[in-house]
């Protein structure tokens, strides 16, 4: 336990250290910051157009935006997560494969009594914890702009409902750090390394949906999931990739959190985003390659 919680302290410290993915911290943080100040303005602008047709007769419908939920600001939110929040993770899972593979650190280790598995887990660990100290600071300032943009306190479900949010995008972020510490691990190459990640991303957010949706690439930028087709191969295709569409899932499970329209079992798709995670943490874990004794090949 003690070499695990030493690790951690050491990878905490080290990518607090880095500079280098830092401009993606921050534009995940001011996107969450901006997202929901830009849900409201955009229904403050549709509701203003919704009065002036009514006013001129050209509709008797009711404003869409009445009585609308507080968490409705929020669902833009699930989009930045997707798109900055899992290539964020992923960069600091590879920045941290090859920090060791720089100072080749891993061979001096490899020549001590010490559980390499160990050092492996810990280090994932003290990445887990970054990330999750970064969800808060998103949850915080989400839960702070929604009271202000409604003026009045978040109530406790709807205070519990983001903090559900917040543990769903810490397991989405968690399984991309991992696959990009297997990426800075198992590649040779430091640019391979990077790109990697973000091509399993583009794979699981883009690729595997399209194939059982039939929707095009900007309609998957919607937060909330869209139905899968009901007959012929798409319908096929969509049951045999469904637990590769983890994005999907994430949009499913936070659109059930958020009072969001979805459709399939929330409960189901929250727990394929958590098998992911278990998955690429137990494999950034186990899998030992020779390379990381080596240095990066740039």
Known sequence: MSTVATAARHELLASVRAKAPYA?????????AASTF????????????????LADGLTTQPNPFTDVSPLYYVRNTVIYVLLIGSLMAATLGVQSALRDRRAETAALIGTRPVDQRAVRAGRLAGLGILLAGLVAIT???TWISVSAVVGTPLTGSETLAVAGFGVLTWLLLVGFAGIGVLSGRLLRRE???????VVVWAVIAFVVPQLGTAARPVS?????PLPAQASGAFAWLSQALSPLAITEHFKTSSAALLGSPYAGSALVSALVVAVFACIALTAAILIRVDRTTGGTHE
């Open 24 to 32: 993606l911290v921050a534009a995940f943080l001011g996107m969450v």
């Open 139 to 141: 949850e915080l300032i």
């Open 220 to 224: 998957l930028l919607n937060p909330v």
């Open 38 to 53: 830009i849900g409201w303005r955009t229904t403050v602008t549709v509701t203003a157009i919704y009065q002036q047709v």
């Open 191 to 197: 640019r391979t390394a990077l790109l990697a990640p």
